[in-house]
């Protein structure tokens, strides 16, 4: 089950920019340049904190089955 969970993050690594950058499109009034720097560091930290679950999850038990 946890492994499911740990897989699940670990694709929403990937869609986390396509989610963030229309968000952040549509709620921010700055210029367009702005816009997409924003959303994209915003999608590089989430990212971040999924690869980290996903690598704790992982790695909880050491690497593969037991």
């Given at each position: 089950?946890?492994?499911?969970?740990?897989?699940?993050?670990?694709?929403?690594?990937?869609?986390?920019?396509?989610?963030?950058?229309?968000?952040?499109?549509?709620?921010?009034?700055?210029?367009?340049?702005?816009?997409?720097?924003?959303?994209?560091?915003?999608?590089?930290?989430?990212?971040?904190?999924?690869?980290?679950?996903s690598w704790t999850i992982l790695?909880?038990?050491?690497?593969?089955?037991?």
């Amino acid at each position: 089950m946890l492994d499911s969970i740990g897989e699940i993050i670990w694709f929403a690594i990937f869609i986390t920019p396509l989610v963030t950058i229309p968000i952040v499109w549509k709620r921010s009034e700055q210029s367009k340049l702005y816009r997409i720097l924003i959303g994209l560091a915003i999608a590089l930290l989430i990212s971040f904190v999924f690869f980290i679950m996903s690598w704790t999850i992982l790695l909880r038990n050491g690497l593969g089955p037991t």
